[in-house]
């Protein structure tokens, strides 16, 4: 059975940092590319960063460019998203997701994970 476990979410004031992190197991995951999704309140669940297990290649959503980076950790099968110069509207439930991905066809217009974990709440305090 496949699950994605996200931890690290929490309450942090304007300006501060918070690292996420999504363990993963139940299959090899080595041809999946694996992406953060955020969900506000009364709003639709966004793409926030992706990456794959293999290679170097990463998306960033334009909102988050140059303060979010998204890593992964094969050994431990662990992905995770440091998040520095965090804002106000950056306060959502973190969703981490898992897409097969064998070809490196997908993208972050494309993406419709299979698995997602039940999420972390971030909250950023003006």
């Known amino acids: 059975q496949v699950t994605l476990v996200e931890s690290g979410g929490g309450l942090v004031q304007a300006g501060g940092s918070l690292r996420l992190s999504c363990a993963a197991s139940?299959?090899?995951?080595?041809?999946?590319?694996m992406a953060w999704f955020r969900q506000a309140p009364g709003k639709e669940r966004v793409f926030v960063s992706a990456?794959?297990?293999?290679?170097?290649?990463?998306y960033y959503a334009d909102s988050v460019k140059g303060r979010f980076t998204i890593s992964r950790n094969i050994s431990r099968a662990t992905v995770h998203l440091t998040m520095n110069n965090l804002k106000p509207e950056d306060t959502a439930v973190y969703y981490c997701?898992?897409?097969?991905?064998?070809?490196?066809?997908?993208?972050?217009?494309?993406?419709?994970?299979?698995?997602w974990g039940q999420g972390t709440q971030v909250a950023v305090s003006s």
């Open positions: 997701a898992a897409e097969f991905d064998p070809f490196f066809q997908v993208t972050p217009d494309t993406l419709n994970p299979k698995y």
């Open positions: 139940g299959r090899n995951f080595g041809s999946h590319i």
């Open positions: 990456i794959r297990w293999t290679g170097t290649t990463t």
